[in-house]
């Protein structure tokens, strides 16, 4: 009886692998895999975050909740970093579920800020579950596609469950109303296609289908919605209202020059003449405050952390782990492509943060678990999973 009882107990500590038995769910030794060139990115990106945070909030309360959020983000990295990825791919599903009701939770219950009704309050915390959603998408997708042979993923009847998975939340994010994410989780989606093989004609035929929606996507649209992007399209068009953001953000960007006006000696920033200068056009204060010098020395980390994820992806061996590592890396490349693009007026505004740097728990909670899924997948480069 006592072999029986004792067999029972390791059955559910283990977990097969091709290769060997997995006995523990975390291993911390793998944590000193990570290259020290790229923790010195990260820490010269999170400088950058901090100091523009700094510079311009006035109270100081924003910086400091900023910087004491930082070392349970190291914490909670370094988990994601030491697990075994075979707990990744067995509770995908669970946590996509999860985040999926959170995401339905704020659609019923959450709380309306700004016109919007984006976030969920959670034991007196504000989280965006909306954040949440797109981990559990690149999981999900990931997982469903490593368990997919090659001809399932030619079939057209195999991708209508990852479509479903991907566009049942970007619809429940569009509706809140987040454009910005809705756009993110559409492009996120479409890239893990891409890596997982799906057929090139599949996405032309997709992007007929979304022109053909377009009409009836920008009458559903909200009005201010509808003004931002007309407001990209020509931005003198109402350059006190609509256009004031993307005008300021511009002019503030403008008069940084080669090296900037230096640290809380920004004039367009500091007298809040842009709005959402630590969230969402928090660049400007980079732009104006650090000059071009800084603005590119900013960009050149994303670049580390894109060749970072990218050379995971390359030399990873189990495809779970290589969707999971290009995914990651191109949704932070793809927040930092339309957040800088917004700023400086090439793209519309939609509402997107920019990685590390922005101020906001939700974001930067789900930017570190992204970090964390590369990680993973780079320190576990001779792990093939079943």
């Known amino acids: ?12 500590q283990m977990l097969m692998t091709n290769n060997y038995i997995v006995t523990k769910i975390f291993d911390f030794q793998k944590i000193k895999k990570i290259p020290f060139s790229f923790i010195i ?14 510079s311009v909030d006035s109270s100081g309360i924003l910086f400091n909740k900023q910087l004491l959020f930082l070392p349970f983000m190291f914490i ?12 990744l ?15 339905i939770l704020t659609y019923l219950m959450g709380k309306i800020s700004l016109g919007a009704q984006r976030w969920l309050n959670i034991g007196g915390i504000q989280v965006q579950p909306s954040e949440f959603i797109k981990i559990g998408i690149i999981l999900v997708m990931a997982k469903y596609f490593s368990t997919s042979e090659m001809r399932d993923i030619a ?8 479509l479903f998975l991907a566009l049942f939340p970007c619809f429940l994010t569009i509706i809140q109303p987040d454009l910005g994410t809705g756009i993110i989780i559409s492009i996120l989606s479409i890239i893990i296609f891409f890596i997982s093989g799906v057929k090139m004609w599949k996405f032309l035929l997709s992007g007929f289908m979304i022109l053909a929606l377009i009409p009836i996507i920008w009458t559903n649209l909200h009005d201010y919605q ?26 503030s960007i403008g008069s940084g020059g080669i090296f900037g006006a230096g640290i809380k000696l920004g004039t367009q920033t500091k007298s809040q003449f842009v709005p959402e200068n630590k969230t ?12 071009f010098v800084g603005s590119v020395g900013l960009i050149f980390l994303y670049i580390g952390i894109f060749f970072y ?34 700023n400086i007026g090439i793209l519309p505004v939609v509402g997107v943060p920019l990685p590390f740097i922005s101020y906001g728990r939700s974001s930067m909670l789900t930017s570190f678990m992204l970090i964390g899924l590369i990680s993973n997948a780079y320190v576990n480069q001779n792990v093939k999973l079943t």
């Open 89 to 103: 791919k067995r509770y995908a599903y669970q946590f996509y579920i999860f985040s999926l009701f959170l995401l």
């Open 41 to 54: 990115v990260m820490f010269f990106l999170l400088l950058f975050g901090l100091t523009a945070i700094y």
């Open 76 to 87: 909670f990295t370094g988990l994601i970093t030491a697990i075994h990825p075979l707990f």
């Open 309 to 342: 994820g990218h050379y995971t992806c390359v030399t990873q061996k189990d495809f779970f782990l290589k969707i999971i590592a290009q995914a990651s890396t191109s949704l932070i490349f793809l927040h930092m492509i339309i957040n800088i693009g917004m």
């Open 1 to 12: 009886m006592f072999n029986s009882l004792a067999k029972k107990q390791i059955s559910k």
């Open 280 to 291: 969402d056009f928090i660049f400007t204060v980079i732009g104006e405050e650090m000059g």
């Open 155 to 162: 079939s057209i009847k195999k991708i209508i469950k990852p």
């Open 226 to 251: 509808r003004q931002r992007i007309l407001t990209f399209i020509n931005p003198e068009s109402d350059i006190l209202n609509a256009g004031y953001n993307i005008t300021q953000a511009k002019i």
